[in-house]
């Protein structure tokens, strides 16, 4: 397997030695020269074109979303966009998400052993997302993990064969990754104001979650707002799983809500669609929609099948409308996907269901 070439942008001399030696610690990744400024990281990408940048957001001379646009607009390459938590910092991010970057990573920091190990799983897994997020042709995967891959276990047992009494409200579940800031927006702004209950996990560091929500609520139909501990799933309004945190269902007699929970990375991810999808499982079984977009791996995949085998109605992005195929595809593979549809069909698909 070819080793994907990285080109870490950065002003920081420490962030950009603890880059390099987070992604040179992957196998398949090789770790170009790095610049500390986009006008050096011009003069590293004509001596050799690298497969992903990762791109501090604000630095001398020329800051990281200036620097993004003149690469989309003349050589487009995979971007990965390295920012730190500030509320300005994640608008910002947030930004370059709709000006073509592919995903965003917290900076690395120093801190436990275990925040490092965690830190090393997340930018690894972002930067090879990156890499296959504008090629048709997906490379599997080869090598050891470079760490457990945990399931939703650690978080909340599978579902007895006993069911809940059940509800005649119907609920919404959604898991997405790489690409997948954009597909919640083609989806829910497709949605009306009284559109049924929708629980979202999007693979995102944490701090861009409540900015991401404040975006969307600002210009969809239904409210949209950064999932709280015990926030009463309703219609109308989607809640989104915050950012290092697990995000479940929940139900109390015929209410719906959320519970927040720390907890160990859960297919690689915290928050983990897996989670999500078994608590819809367990507690909405077949009154729930569950909905898998575009990202890499396959998070959500097991869940889905557990919601499917629950009764629940299932619907997977198709190839053709993902940036990256992977989380859709492992669960059509795994049996879990009742129907595989485009984009813009999928909003529509799920009113119709409930």
């Known amino acids: 397997m070819k080793k994907i070439k990285v080109l870490i942008v950065d002003d ?54 200036t620097f993004l646009k003149k690469i989309m607009s003349q050589h487009p390459i995979p971007v990965v966009m390295c920012s730190t938590l500030t509320e300005s910092g994640s608008e910002t991010a947030l930004k370059a998400l709709e000006y073509g970057a592919v995903e965003i990573i917290q ?79 083609v989806f829910l702004e497709a949605l009306p104001a009284d559109a049924p209950p929708i629980v979202i996990v999007q693979h995102m560091p944490e701090g861009f979650t409540r900015a991401f929500a404040q975006r969307l609520d600002g210009i969809c139909r239904i409210t949209v707002k950064e999932a709280a501990d015990n926030d009463t799933v309703m219609r109308g309004r989607a809640l989104i799983a915050p950012g290092n945190r697990h995000t479940l269902l929940k139900r109390s007699g015929a209410r719906y809500y959320v519970e927040i929970k720390d907890g160990p990375l859960v297919s690689r991810h915290r928050p983990s669609v897996d989670v999500l999808f078994r608590s819809a499982a367990r507690y909405a079984g077949k009154n729930a929609v569950g909905v898998i977009m575009t990202g890499m791996g396959d998070d959500g995949a097991s869940g889905m099948k557990e919601m499917k085998d629950a009764g629940a109605v ?20 795994r049996g879990g996907a009742d129907r595989v549809m485009p984009l813009d069909a999928i909003a529509r698909e799920v009113l119709r269901l409930c």
């Open 12 to 65: 920081s001399a420490v962030v950009r030695q603890t880059m390099a030696d987070i992604l040179s610690s992957d196998p398949h990744i090789e770790v170009m020269s790095p610049a500390a400024d986009p006008f050096i990281a011009a003069e590293r990408m004509r001596e050799q074109v690298p497969d992903v940048i990762t791109l501090d957001v604000e630095m001398p001379r020329m800051d990281g979303i």
């Open 107 to 185: 900076k690395p920091k120093l801190g436990t052993r275990q925040f490092l190990e965690e830190s090393r799983v997340r930018i690894c897994d972002a930067v090879k997302a990156a890499s296959q997020a504008r090629m048709r042709k997906i490379t599997p995967r080869t090598g050891k993990e470079i760490a457990p891959k945990l399931s939703a276990d650690v978080i909340l047992e599978k579902p007895g064969s006993k069911a809940m009494i059940q509800t005649t409200e119907k609920v919404v579940v959604v898991g997405a990754s790489t690409g997948g800031t954009e597909a919640l927006r």
């Open 314 to 333: 299932t619907i997977a992005q198709d190839e053709a409308s993902c940036v990256v195929f992977g989380m859709p595809n492992e669960a059509i593979k």
